[in-house]
């Protein structure tokens, strides 16, 4: 058996792991009595530490371990979840990714930081001992689950979300019972009951039997139940009422809340100093990708059409009957389009899953920018191609940035400016056609466009006295070298300019632009297809090559235009009343260099403002291509942005037309 | 003691060989897709079994005189492996010899003088028939830039 293979789904699936462990203890530091969040956070621990312990990662093991103990007391003690401890678990979170990447601790920093992180989970035991009542004996400080006394009777209360995935996932919970039963008395309440919104079953057990046994009955439900033990004695005996009733009132435990903010001083002021322009994570590409069920069917239903349809095609071949054979043919044919949309649609990813991981950027951001931000999703589920989902991460992110950094103001001067002291950062996501457009917008203070036309005069990107609209201002902004930023910031100042986003939007064959008004805000807009693996494209051929063009950029095609005008020194053509320049591909490309003949057909391009034509040998047709990669070999013809398989074997180039315009202008 | 099986191919009018576990296919007369401005020594693309592959001109790697435009080419298709990735990739030939076996002690090391190729590309020679085979090394013939990821 191949372990490495094993070991990757663990990297994944615990990366995955931490990503949601933040998002929790961001739900953790709004509400931090919510039992269902704590719970959460200690089971992501547990988790990642069974995974660890398997690979053989000492390191996350002890990590975990420590910090899953101190939430297993919360839990136990219906504890709230004090805020350095919030801190802590980022802490640990990060430097559990970390460990992932460096198994055998080789970076010296992170032993360090290691050693750092423990001694501050052991203050903090060793604080809320203090305050925590019974206590934590000197086993808990070094892990140990539970603090009862083996051959002691205990009363545990079971709080037990029955939930529709023990259906899906076929556990039988008759067995659970059974073995709940066998552990010792059971008294489960006849009324479920709600506890933050969810139907729970309240389950006491009398046993002498210690936490872990419990928690083996449990092993495959865990996540649906919340254990917590009640008292150290059989409280349906009639000679402890008395201690029932106290151990009932009790059950209001007071709360870590009051363990020092210092315990953890180091730790949090690392984790400020390392996350401002964070990006570990974010940018993560996994190689699993998670299909919803509904598509796999229709899946199952094409391939049981595509056998039967198989079958009649062959039985009519030996029978050599031609219009049977024909009709089955045509539904192959019907079959494959099918296919092909069904294969496109299994790689659509909702836009959720890359935003779950920005929000802990924005948490860390906004605290160390000490703004106030509230972050918006609108269009989660809207649906891309699992390639641009993953390349469109980090300018997006770039984009959030930008608006936290540059576009939301301090809260003293929102409230001065008379706008709530939190700022709102909206992501929104809408399908039209083949398109998703984003939106990515702030309330903030906006583009000052006086300001950044003179930096950009001052920088000598405009000449003087050029009196430019407010568009063509906005688009300075993605000039490459051009900063608007009166001190280089911490987190601006780093990763990649506007222009790098617009460069890496445009690979993915998207657009972007900007609208924005002082005082109010800023958006970026981001249009994207939804998926690049199929486009429709014109067949033209020059110079004995095929190329292709997607449609989309094309305005005009096949007009004629005399040799005359074709040879014109200024290699501009006149229309729709202008001079639009044009290219000759065979001109261009042809290796001879034969000039004179120039004549064919002229195709205009129009694609974001560019407006330029392209004399091409003879216009094919159009055609669907399935656009493949070329390869690196040409990363020096950025023109070409991949190419196509023609029915008959052979290839068609694919042409980039914001590259080609490039070409021209050079 | 072990064995190892040449592939033997034309260029100019040399004989060269490459171990046939590198070879997956040999191509007659592949029509070769021309790409505008392609870096020196890559002729165009092909198909290959759906995948599309750049074709290094093999002649231009040894520095050998062109071939002319009329002459019939083989591609080559091989495959190498390169920082644990195997990679595709096409040549030409003038024209494919044949197969033979050799143990490995049979091919000899690479004489430092009087050779008119890049040493960097060969990994020995073999003396067959009064002949001279001068064995390639796939791996070093293509740099980086030429080859192609394939999907493991």
Known sequence: MDLSQFKKTFIEEASERLTSLDNTLIELEKDPGNSLHINEAFRSMHTIKGGAGMYGYEAIVEVTHAIESLYDKIRHNHGKVPQPLINLTFAAADHIRDLLEDENLVNEGLVLRHSELMIAIKTMFENAA??????????????????????????????????????????????????????????????????????????LLVTNEPYEEIESVFLFVLDYCIIVKLADCDIFDPMHLQLRDQYLVDKDLPEMESVQEETCKIVSESLGKL?????????????????????????????????????????????????????????????????????????????????????????????????????????????????????????????????????????????????????????????????????????????DVDYVYNKAVEQGFVEPNIKLSEKEIFELIFLPGFSTAQSLSDISGRGVGMDIVRKKIQEMRGEISIISQKGIGTTFQVKLQQSVSIIETLLIEADGVTYALPIEDIDTCSLDFSDEQLSRKNKQLGYNGRLIPF??????????????????????????DKNYAIVVDKIIGEYQAVVKPIGMAFSNQPFLSGASLLGDGSIALLLDTDHLWEEIAS | MENVTYLTFVLDNDLFAVDVKSVLEVLEQQHITKVPKAPEGILGIINFRGEILPVIDSRKRFNLPPRSETEKVFVIILEVELNDKRYLISATADGVKGVFELTREEVKPVPEMGLSYDARFISGVIHLDGQFILVVKPSKLFSISDLKSVVE
Not at chain 1, 588 to 605: E, M, P, R
Request: hydrophobic share 35%.
């Open chain 1, 130 to 203: 203090a305050i925590i009542p019974g206590g934590l004996n000197q086993e808990d400080a070094d892990g140990v689950a539970g603090n009862e006394k083996l051959g002691v009777t205990n009363t545990w209360n079971i709080l037990f979300y029955p939930d529709e995935q023990i259906i899906t996932r076929a556990i039988n919970l008759r067995y659970v019972f059974h073995d709940l039963t066998e552990l010792g008395d059971c008294h489960i309440g006849h009324e479920p009951y709600e506890v933050d919104g969810r139907q729970a079953w309240s389950i």
């Open chain 1, 275 to 447: 996350d401002a322009g964070n990006t570990r994570g974010l940018v993560q590409s996994t190689s699993r990708i998670n299909v919803e069920a509904g598509k796999l069917d229709h899946l199952m239903y094409l391939v049981s059409e595509l056998v039967t349809t198989k079958s009649e095609l062959i039985l009519a071949l030996e029978k050599k009957n031609v219009d049977k054979a024909l009709s089955a043919a045509e539904k192959i044919d019907k079959l494959s389009k099918l296919f092909s949309e069904n294969a496109l649609d299994v790689r659509l990813v909702p836009l959720n899953e890359m935003l779950i991981r920005f929000k802990r950027l924005i948490y860390d951001l906004s605290k160390y920018l000490k703004k106030e931000v509230n972050f918006e999703i609108i269009g989660g589920d809207t649906e891309l191609d699992k390639n641009i989902i993953d390349h469109i991460g980090e300018p997006v992110m770039h984009l959030i940035r930008n608006c936290i950094d540059h576009g939301v103001e301090l809260p003293e001067q929102r409230r001065s400016n008379g706008k709530p002291e939190a700022g709102t950062i909206r992501f929104e996501a809408v399908k039209s056609g083949n398109y998703v457009y984003l939106s990515i917008s702030d309330d903030g203070n906006g583009i």
């Open chain 1, 583 to 608: 290219i000759s591909l065979r001109d261009k490309f042809s290796n001879d260099h034969q000039t004179g003949l120039i004549s064919g057909k002229v195709i205009i391009i129009n694609k974001s």
